[in-house]
């Protein structure tokens, strides 16, 4: 995972990014339980205080009890199977923890925004459709095309969000 001095510098950069719109609507938290056993945490992104989607040490646990389970039935099994074959999954039931979240904010920072909209990652995605680089003319190409309308509910409420606004 990339580097960063602190939450509030990455989240600072995050809310930068923001769309003129959502600026001042668009929330992200996060924080870690240093003190509790395997430092767990949460993340979220809200909207007008309100939480939209979470990522929290609950899924991590989901995530480990999903890798355990396939590790059974194919004990030969690479570590990048089993994440490809749990993907689609996780992605439908949003079963992502923080640091997924984390490693997510941190990668889109530096991503070309053409590139983050068409990332599998789909908190990348998400935070590439709040992003103030797409434009009116993007937004209209993402409306007609309407891939979107195939992603899990949790992602598509934000490409709803961002195009109605």
């Given at each position: 995972?990339?580097?960063?001095?602190?939450?509030?510098?990455?989240?600072?950069?995050?809310?930068?990014?923001?769309?003129?719109?959502?600026?001042?609507?668009?929330?992200?938290?996060?924080?870690?339980?240093?003190?509790?056993?395997?430092?767990?945490?949460?993340?979220?992104?809200?909207?007008?205080?309100?939480?939209?989607?979470?990522?929290?040490?609950?899924?991590?646990?989901r995530q480990d009890m999903d890798m355990g389970i396939a590790y059974d039935k194919d004990p030969?099994?690479?570590?990048?199977?089993?994440?490809?074959?749990?993907?689609?999954?996780?992605?439908?039931?949003?079963?992502?923890?923080?640091?997924?979240?984390?490693?997510?904010?941190?990668?889109?920072?530096?991503?070309?925004?053409?590139?983050?909209?068409?990332?599998?990652?789909?908190?990348?995605?998400?935070?590439?459709?709040?992003?103030?680089?797409?434009?009116?003319?993007?937004?209209?190409?993402?409306?007609?095309?309407?891939?979107?309308?195939?992603?899990?509910?949790?992602?598509?409420?934000?490409?709803?969000?961002?195009?109605?606004?």
């Amino acid at each position: 995972m990339e580097h960063y001095k602190s939450w509030g510098g990455l989240n600072s950069q995050l809310k930068g990014f923001l769309c003129d719109d959502l600026k001042n609507r668009i929330t992200y938290f996060l924080t870690r339980y240093h003190k509790v056993h395997d430092v767990y945490g949460r993340a979220s992104i809200c909207l007008d205080k309100k939480e939209l989607v979470n990522f929290s040490w609950v899924e991590m646990c989901r995530q480990d009890m999903d890798m355990g389970i396939a590790y059974d039935k194919d004990p030969f099994l690479s570590d990048d199977e089993v994440h490809a074959q749990l993907k689609p999954k996780w992605d439908e039931q949003a079963t992502y923890h923080e640091m997924d979240f984390l490693d997510a904010a941190l990668t889109f920072r530096s991503m070309a925004i053409s590139n983050a909209l068409e990332s599998e990652n789909y908190i990348i995605k998400i935070l590439a459709i709040l992003d103030r680089r797409v434009g009116q003319r993007t937004l209209r190409q993402i409306a007609e095309e309407g891939t979107y309308r195939q992603y899990p509910e949790w992602v598509k409420q934000f490409y709803k969000l961002r195009l109605t606004h």
